[in-house]
């Protein structure tokens, strides 16, 4: 069946319910029924979802269903089960009516086993929803925003068996999502919509957004995307500028990778004081963002760089992934060295996409760069652990963080970033050396021209991705990889910056800029910096500072506010609660040890046009044919 893209409106339960997505048949498992899922808010004030799992075959005597216990793209086990409430499951009589109460045991924490005798049945249960976030479901009186992990159960050991979800909303709230409708045109008096889904896997990975919210379409190569924006509470944003953005940010993934990988997409954006980034998925995206960051430029610039973060994930992890993300194991830790490349380069890339489409002129991007570089170069902990290895550890380091993590941790999407620049500009340079052309831009080109179109994916290793960065730069590039990914050495981007001609110039910190306290954290101490004025007075994680020289302070930032205000060399009286205690101790400031490193475009009159041709075709939009 041809897909097709649904544009008028159906009614459900009374109300004009928008269905968005792509419409396409729903494939089931050969020998298999598609499992089939209700989903009703009766009384979005008490914030429970109720639904119904019907099976019309399970030839077990006993059939396991289980909730996931943590959602793809976000790395932490959530125990999704704590959630479910009222489980109940029903045998399926022979007109196939719900009737008759069957044995239901929860064998764990997120597992129920039903006593099915081989019969088909109904399960019910209710999920409590009452986390706004990205990762997780929330109702109100407003709205709903529902991530499939945390309401549908799975069959174990069935996640690729097709699904149908037939979706009930009472409060008479529209409805948007990426899955595809079951009928390209709807009876008007339709009493609920519904949806197909080839596997589990899609069903969850299509997050639902009921609710009114603004609605702006626009059309990029050839292929349907549509952003939807919700603010229950208000805002101070338009609509229409977000999506002239989000078109900008598309327009540059397309020329970068030569065409886009679907016929409809999605952006859901609520905007609630709340606030939570976004959560990558096939065909859509779901985003959260304060609703009244819009006074100036800045709240559309973040917003933009967010979609083109989210937007590139489309190919980064959802397309091109490792073979341990896609089909997924939803019962427990799902283990990657990948996170660096699938998040870190994902930034890379959201930055080039706006570089190229003109966003960001040479100059911004160049600031951007040295204040993340030097940001970078203050983390004590950017060198302890192989990015690789904190890549597998996300699940304990990254999603909970200890009081040493400062020290001994790096996020992988910063130093991912990084690694990402500085193998952007290897390439460049060591194809400039083998008279040929390579770019970060040709590595991902390359990857997914390698995918399979019968699925129009790519499980890839480190060792695919170590070829495609050799192809482009004309020579074995494994070295990069051992030093930088698997290693620990210190990044060369100041070197390779260097190297492209670009004045890369090391200065003294001045005035409050050079003053050190070696303090970190917000609330209270998160982080103490080893061999620190603060390290030296003794100060420790967890510690509660609430005065300086006497005076109070409501945070740790604004401690270090008022010892910056103090000069270099100057001493102080630290007030502070250690658990039960107060404390006061001294501190000395002292020069700050990291000089500031700056990035700068070198002068007009520069005579290697060869390297200057490299270097533009980094920087300038009009001139990157990479």
Same mark, same amino acid.
């Given at each position: 069946m041809p897909r097709v893209r649904v544009t008028a409106p159906v009614l459900v339960c009374g109300a004009l319910i928008t269905l968005t997505g792509p419409a396409a048949a729903a494939k089931p498992k050969r020998g298999s029924s598609p499992v089939h899922y209700e989903l009703s808010i009766p009384a979005p004030t008490t914030r429970y979802v109720e639904l119904s799992v019907e099976l019309d075959d399970a030839p077990a005597r006993r059939t396991e269903l289980a909730m996931p216990a943590w959602t793809p793209g976000s790395y932490l086990i959530r125990d999704f089960g704590k959630h479910v409430y009222e489980v109940e499951a029903l045998a399926r009589d022979a007109s196939g009516e719900c009737a008759g109460a069957l044995e239901v045991e929860r064998v764990d924490k997120q597992t129920w086993s039903v006593a099915n005798d081989g019969g088909g049945f109904c399960l019910r249960y209710r999920v409590f929803a009452d986390e706004l976030s990205v990762r997780t479901s929330y109702v109100d009186d407003r709205f709903a925003l529902l991530n499939g992990t945390s309401v549908f159960m799975y069959v174990?050991? %069935?996640? @690729?068996?097709?699904? %149908?979800?037939?979706? +009930? +909303?009472?409060?008479?709230?529209?409805?948007?999502?990426?899955?595809?409708?079951?009928?390209? +045109?709807?009876?008007? @008096?339709?009493?609920?919509?519904?949806?197909? *889904? &080839? +596997?589990? /896997?899609?069903?969850? /990975?299509?997050?639902?957004?009921?609710?009114?919210?603004?609605?702006?379409?626009? %059309?990029?190569?050839?292929? *349907?995307? =549509? !952003?939807?924006?919700?603010?229950?509470?208000?805002?101070?944003? *338009?609509?229409?500028?977000?999506?002239? $953005?989000? =078109?900008?940010?598309?327009?540059? !993934?397309?020329?970068?990778?030569?065409?886009?990988? !679907?016929? @409809?997409?999605?952006f859901l954006l609520v905007g609630d004081a709340a606030g939570g980034g976004g959560l990558e998925h096939r065909d859509s995206t779901a985003m959260i963002v304060d609703p009244w960051i819009f006074a100036n430029d800045s709240g559309y610039a973040r917003v933009q760089r967010l979609v083109a973060h989210e937007f590139f994930h489309l190919w980064n992890v959802k397309r091109i992934h490792d073979q341990v993300l896609g089909p997924f194991d939803y019962a427990g830790e799902t283990y990657t060295d990948l996170l660096w490349f699938h998040e870190g380069l994902t930034e890379t890339m959201e930055t080039r996409a706006l570089l190229r489409a003109g966003v960001l002129s040479p100059a911004q991007y160049l600031e951007q760069l040295q204040n993340q570089w030097n940001a970078y170069l203050s983390r004590p902990g950017r060198n302890h652990t192989p990015i690789a290895a904190l890549s597998r550890e996300a699940w304990i380091k990254s999603y909970q963080p200890e009081a040493n993590h400062s020290e001994t941790v790096v996020s992988y999407y910063e130093k991912g970033n990084l690694i990402g620049v500085c193998l952007d500009l290897s390439i460049r340079l060591r194809a400039r050396a083998n008279r040929t052309g390579g770019s970060l831009d040709g590595l991902f080109r390359r990857l997914w021209a390698a995918r399979d179109p019968a699925s129009d994916e790519l499980a890839i290793t480190i060792d695919e991705i170590i070829a495609a960065a050799s192809a482009e730069a004309g020579e074995d590039m494994r070295w990069f990889f051992e030093r930088y990914v698997y290693g620990t050495e210190e990044l060369p981007l100041a070197a390779l910056l260097d190297s492209l001609g670009l004045v890369v110039d090391e200065r003294e910190r001045r005035g409050r800029g050079a003053v050190w306290s070696g303090l970190r954290g917000y609330a209270e101490v998160s982080g103490? %910096?080893? $061999?620190? &004025?603060?390290?030296?007075?003794?100060?420790?994680?967890? /510690?509660e500072i609430i005065a300086v020289n006497g005076a109070r302070v409501g945070s740790v930032r604004e401690a270090d506010e008022r010892l910056r205000d103090l000069g270099v060399g100057a001493s102080a009286s630290v007030s502070l609660f250690r658990r039960e205690r107060l404390l006061e101790l001294e501190l000395t400031t002292a020069a700050s040890p990291q000089p500031w490193i700056a990035f700068e475009l070198p002068p007009d009159d520069v005579d290697d046009l060869e390297l200057g041709r490299v270097r533009e075709q980094w920087l300038y939009s009009h001139l990157d044919s990479s």
């Open positions: 174990v050991g %069935e996640t @690729d068996r097709a699904a %149908e979800l037939e979706l +009930s +909303s009472a409060p008479n709230w529209p409805i948007h999502t990426a899955l595809d409708p079951l009928s390209s +045109s709807p009876a008007a @008096d339709d009493a609920s919509a519904r949806f197909g *889904a &080839p +596997s589990y /896997d899609v069903l969850v /990975d299509s997050p639902l957004l009921l609710g009114e919210a603004e609605v702006e379409r626009f %059309e990029v190569a050839g292929k *349907a995307l =549509e !952003f939807v924006y919700l603010a229950p509470a208000g805002t101070n944003a *338009a609509l229409g500028r977000i999506a002239r $953005d989000a =078109e900008i940010v598309v327009r540059s !993934f397309a020329r970068i990778m030569g065409g886009l990988p !679907f016929d @409809d997409y999605s103490v %910096e080893p $061999d620190s &004025p603060a390290a030296a007075a003794g100060i420790m994680h967890g /510690d």
